[in-house]
């Protein structure tokens, strides 16, 4: 039965991501039966055993839609699993609450070897789409052409921050439907000073045409730009806002084609926009995760309160502040992490620190007035200091071990 309502909040996961051709891919290990959510493009798989997702967007056919008059609703999702693993897929959609409960309006396009049949809903909740998973391959929410009556959908807006020659700055400004993930928009920026991602929702009219502004210390282009709901597999900014001086805060204004201001905040960029974006992405008061580049800090403390801050195969740096971690971790594959005063786990990596603990795997340890040791069982420091003195302790094929003298 087809009704509206809300589920159980699911356990959530900030899955690995890896960038090709601007192209995001997740993967994931499930530990076990369960529902879970991805926090970046929250997707939710219920799981009915241990196994490991890998997801991506992909793009729609419209040639396989059109026979059956729908729509995309959203992106679609090429997902891969053992077989079985996965029980119920929950996609999230970005409609509006009179529109929910329109019976027949929103299906899941199954497309698989260039075939596509529709699922209906086993429930559609205020923010998710419910249904049996009988095979995995692409799946997307569609709607109903005849059947879409309301045209206004949930949005959000996404602002990428470029630093010109002339040292004033440019912003790109995307108005986006609200289950688009900003990940899969920030993958495809380059160049970049930063990103943001402002928590306000803004509803949006398919075919109406909007204005943005930021004041005068701005000039926008194009003055109105009309909005469509497309999905991929590439985005591109409504509106680039150039500023003509660096204002300590920033008022953007968003309007209808009647002239109603729809959505304002006012905000700082140089509390904002901390991180390069293009290859790095950043996440301000959650977790971050640097997708195929360089995860930098200029000046500023980069904090993760409670979280993971990744870096995949690339370089961590930060430059004049520090890098921080409460209740976390600061994972590194194959890349340096220099770290002034803590501790820092690395698995394949160089690692210096200085005056903090020094925890390698496989790597190669340098330590200027901190403990040094080695978890796999190599290198053990039992009851005295490991220390060098200009010189280096290498452990090859065998261990060392110092005991203290009597």
């Not at 409960?101 to 070897?113: F, P, T, Y």
């Not at 249904?131 to 109903?144: A, R």
């Not at 200009?390 to 203290?404: E, W």
């Amino acid at each position: 039965m087809l009704f509206c309502s809300e589920f159980q909040p699911p356990s959530t996961f900030t899955p690995e991501v890896e960038t090709e051709s601007r192209q995001i891919s997740y993967r994931f290990r499930c530990p076990g039966p369960g529902v879970f959510q991805c926090t970046l493009t929250r997707l939710v798989f219920d799981m009915a055993k241990a196994a490991e997702l890998q997801y991506r967007t992909v793009q729609w056919d419209d040639s396989l839609l059109q026979p059956a008059v729908k729509t995309p609703a959203g992106p679609l999702f090429n997902i891969t699993c053992s077989e079985n693993a996965v029980r119920q897929l929950h996609l999230p959609h970005c409609e509006i609450k009179e529109a929910l409960c329109v019976d027949g309006l929103l299906s899941v396009a199954h497309i698989s070897n260039h075939k596509i049949n529709f699922l209906e809903p086993l429930e559609i909740t205020a923010t998710h789409v419910v249904v049996n998973v009988p095979h995995l391959s692409d799946f997307g929410l569609t709607w109903d052409c005849v059947k879409r009556t309301y045209n206004s959908i949930n949005g959000h807006v996404l602002v990428f921050c470029k630093t010109l020659r002339t040292g004033l700055r440019s912003l790109d400004m995307f108005l986006i439907p609200g289950n688009i993930p900003w990940i899969e928009v920030a993958a495809q920026q380059e160049n970049g000073d930063g990103y943001i991602e402002f928590s306000a929702p803004i509803l949006l009219n398919s075919g109406q045409s909007y204005s943005a502004e930021g004041g005068p210390e701005t000039r926008t282009e194009p003055e109105q730009a009309q909005f469509h709901s497309r999905f991929g597999p590439t985005y591109r900014p409504t509106f680039q806002l150039f500023l003509t001086t660096n204002p300590n805060i920033l008022t953007l204004i968003i309007k209808n084609q009647r002239g109603e201001v729809i959505w304002q905040t006012s905000f700082s960029l140089s509390d904002l926009v901390i991180t390069a974006v293009g290859k790095a992405v950043t996440s301000v008061g959650g977790a971050m995760t640097s997708v195929g580049g360089a995860l930098t800090n200029l000046g500023r403390a980069v904090a993760d309160v409670g979280g993971t801050v990744t870096s995949a195969g690339r370089a961590m740096t930060c430059v004049g502040g520090a890098v921080t971690t409460v209740s976390g971790v600061l994972p590194d594959v194959g890349g340096a992490l220099p770290d002034a005063g803590g501790a820092v786990t690395a698995v394949g990596g160089a690692v210096t620190a200085v005056g903090g603990a020094v925890t390698a795997v496989g790597g190669v340890m340098t330590t200027a007035g901190g403990a040094m040791t080695d978890m796999g069982g190599a290198m053990t420091d039992a009851g005295v200091t490991l220390t060098t003195a200009g010189g280096a302790v290498t452990d090859v094929g065998g261990a060392v071990t110092m005991r203290a003298e009597p």
